[in-house]
Each structure stands twice: as C-alpha cells, then as structure tokens.
C-alpha cells in the first residue's frame, strides 16, 4: 500500500492561487477519478472560510468535497469514518499545539494513522504540515520553540523557516 504525506509550507486555494496547481498535485496522488477530499480547519478554529475556500477548490477540480469540524463538535458525525473514507485529507493551518491536543483528546489522531495506513494522501499547510513530523517549529505558544508531532515523519518541520526572523 502506498502511503504519501505533503508537507506545505505556503501558498494554494487559501492564498486565492487561481491556478491550483499544489491542489492539482495532490488530487493526482489520489487514486480515484472523483476522490473524496476532506479538509481539517481544526488548527485554525473551524474558520468557515478556509472551509469554504477548500470544497470550492477541490470541487473545481472534480474532487467530492467536504470539511470536518470540531468547532462546534458535531456529536452525530463520525468522524473516523469520514476520514477513513477520504481519498484525500487536507489539514489547514493555525495553531499546532492546539490542533494535536484536540485530535488526542478526541483519540483522533488514531483514526488519522489508520487512513494514511490504508493509502489515504494526507497533506497540509503550515500547522498542517508540522504535525506529520516527530517534531515541529512553533511560534502558536509562549515562548515558540520545538514541540513533538505525531512523529509519522522522522525529523524536524519548520514551514516558514526564512519567512520570519527568529527562526532563522
């Protein structure tokens, strides 16, 4: 089984890219002409319009789009199912810590491993980018510093490392 993380460290459909061309990438990794495309605004408080930005994007790109909360946490959706049967799985930026504190709690990063180990593409932007990693660089928190990811990924994550001047 093929299993493929993209870590991103800027730019695409949040940034109004008209070309989609990081998106058109990653719908090419999936394996199914109308992939299922779920995006992850949890780092980000659910913000509707990053959702919105997201199932029109990949919409656009003839992908079945939808976006999964936990701001409010919907008690009546299952969300391990609605990752397990995504083609693809887009997490969105924001606050890391707070993001994998939240999927712990909700014993969601469980249901996250098991998609990515069935051949769900996992990608993501900035926070959604640092948590594959085992550890990441992080600016969410007081005082910053590096912080443990889920630790699918070896090494250290850092996606706007020349973007701003203490962390170089």
Known sequence: MSRRIVAIGGGGFLFDEPQLLQERYLVALC???APRALFLGTAGGDAERSQLKFIKAFT??????????????DMKRDHAAAVRDADLIYVGGGNTPA?????REF?????LR???????????????????????VTDSVP??????????LAGTFCPHLDSET???
Do not use: H
Not at 60 to 71: E, H, T, V
Not at 99 to 103: E, F, G, T, Y
Not at 107 to 111: E, L, M, S, T, V
């Open 31 to 33: 394996n199914s002409a």
């Open 114 to 136: 098991v998609a990515y180990d069935n051949g769900t593409v996992l990608a993501g932007i900035s926070a959604g980018a640092n948590c594959w990693f085992e550890r990441y």
């Open 166 to 168: 203490w962390r170089m």
């Open 107 to 111: 014993g969601f990063d469980a249901a």
């Open 143 to 152: 005082g910053g510093g590096v912080r443990d990811g889920l630790g699918w």
């Open 60 to 73: 656009r790109l003839g992908c079945r789009a939808d976006s999964l909360a936990f701001f409010p946490y």
């Open 99 to 103: 993001m994998l504190a939240v999927w």
